[in-house]
C-alpha cells in the first residue's frame, strides 16, 4: 500500500524474491507437516513448496493448492508479509477442516506486518474458530482483528514504532470460505458461469469471471470519510487522513486512531461449488497494475498450460513488477479449488 513517507526507488530491477515467513507450513506429500520455525526455514530454499489439503464438502471432495510469491518492486525493502497454512487448526479441538492464508502489507516499515502475520490466526481461533456457522465465525474473526490491533499497539507504544498494516485474509473451513480485510488489499474469486469441474473456461463454452470479494478502505470514500469526520479526523484535498495516510483501516497506525483509523474487516462467506475454481489474494502493488479480470485471465492460461501453482504465482508477480511496472512491493497468494 501507498506508505505515509516515500520510499525510495533506488532498485529499478528487483529479483523475485520469495520469503520465507515464521510459522508457514511447508508441506511436502504430507498436509499434516509440523510448523517449521524461522530457524528452520533459514537454511531452505527461498521458494515455498506447493501446499495442499484435501476439504470435505459433503456431497464432494475438492483439493486445494496454494503458494505465495513476492517482489519488493523498486522499494528499498519488503514491508509485506504473508502467510500459507494448508492444516491451520493447530492444536484446537475438532475434526472440521480449516485453513488460513494471508496477505498483510505494511507501510511505515514491516513491524506491524510481522505482529499481524505472527498473532491474527491464533486470535482468530482463540476467539471460536474453525467452527461452519457463519454467524459465530464471523464473531471469532472480527473478535481476532479487535485483539491482534489492541495488543499491537500496546506493543507499538512500548516499542516506540508507529508502522501500520491492512490486511487481505482467507480462512477454509470445510465447505465454507471466509474472507477478510481492511485497507487496500484484495480477494478475487475465479468462477464459471456454470459447474464443469474444469479451469478449461477459456474456450467460450464456460468463461471465468473475476468476483471481487473485498471493499477497499480508503479515506477519501464517502462512507469512511464521514467515518473519519465523526471521530474528529479530516481528509486533505490529497485524499488522504490527516493529508498523510491513503487507507482509512489498518493494524497498527498509533498516530492515526485517534482520527478514525480502524482494524475493524469486512467480512465475506461463501460456499465452495465447483463453479468456483480459484483464488488470488494481493497487497494493492498487484492490483495496482492488474485489473481483477486481466490477473484471473493469466493465473487460468497458465494453470490450462499444465504450471503448478507455485510457478502460476511467481508468473503472476514477475508479470507484474518487470512488465506492467509496480513499483511498490508486489505480493500474491494464489489459491486453487481442484474438484473431483
Not at 72 to 82: N, P, T
Request: glycine content about 8%.
Amino acid at each position: 500500500m501507498t506508505a505515509p513517507n516515500p520510499k525510495s526507488n533506488a532498485e529499478p530491477s528487483p529479483s523475485l524474491d520469495i520469503k520465507r515467513e515464521n510459522e508457514i507450513i511447508v508441506s511436502d506429500s504430507s498436509p499434516r507437516k509440523r510448523l517449521k520455525t524461522e530457524d528452520d526455514l533459514k537454511s531452505q530454499s527461498t521458494t515455498n513448496e506447493a501446499s495442499s489439503t484435501n476439504v470435505s464438502s459433503g456431497k464432494e471432495i475438492f483439493e486445494l493448492e496454494a503458494d505465495a510469491a513476492e517482489d519488493k518492486g523498486s522499494r528499498h525493502s519488503m514491508e509485506d508479509a504473508w502467510v500459507v497454512l494448508p492444516d491451520a487448526a493447530m492444536d484446537f479441538p475438532g475434526d472440521l477442516r480449516c485453513a488460513h492464508f494471508a496477505i498483510y502489507d505494511g507501510h511505515g516499515g514491516r513491524l506491524a506486518a510481522e505482529y499481524a502475520q505472527k498473532h491474527l490466526h491464533k486470535n482468530v481461533l482463540s476467539e471460536g474458530l474453525p467452527r461452519l456457522d457463519v454467524k459465530c465465525a464471523k464473531k471469532a474473526i472480527l473478535d481476532g482483528f479487535r485483539k491482534t490491533d489492541e495488543a499491537l499497539l500496546q506493543d507499538s507504544a512500548a516499542g516506540g514504532w508507529l508502522d501500520g498494516a491492512t490486511a487481505v485474509c482467507m480462512w477454509v473451513l470445510g465447505p465454507k470460505v471466509f474472507v477478510a480485510n481492511i485497507g487496500d488489499a484484495k480477494a478475487v474469486v475465479a468462477r464459471a458461469s456454470v459447474a464443469d469441474g474444469s479451469q478449461s473456461g477459456s474456450e467460450g463454452s464456460n468463461p471465468l469471471k473475476a468476483i471481487v470479494l473485498t471493499r477497499e478502505h480508503k479515506a477519501i470514500y464517502p462512507q469512511e470519510r464521514a467515518r473519519i469526520q465523526k471521530a474528529g479526523g479530516s481528509v486533505s484535498s490529497n485524499g488522504r487522513l490527516q493529508g498523510r495516510l491513503e487507507v482509512s483501516r489498518a493494524f497498527g497506525d498509533r498516530q492515526f486512531k485517534k482520527v478514525g483509523v480502524v482494524a475493524i474487516p469486512d467480512v465475506h462467506s461463501f460456499e465452495v461449488t465447483e463453479r468456483d475454481q480459484f483464488v488470488i489474494l494481493g497487497c494493492d502493488g498487484l492490483w495496482g497494475v492488474f485489473g481483477p479480470s486481466d490477473a484471473v485471465d493469466l493465473v487460468q492460461k497458465l494453470l490450462k498450460e499444465g504450471l503448478p501453482v507455485k510457478a502460476v504465482c511467481r508468473r503472476l508477480v514477475r508479470e507484474a513488477v518487470r512488465e506492467r511496472m509496480c513499483k511498490d512491493n508486489c505480493t500474491a497468494i494464489v489459491l486453487v479449488f481442484k474438484h473431483h
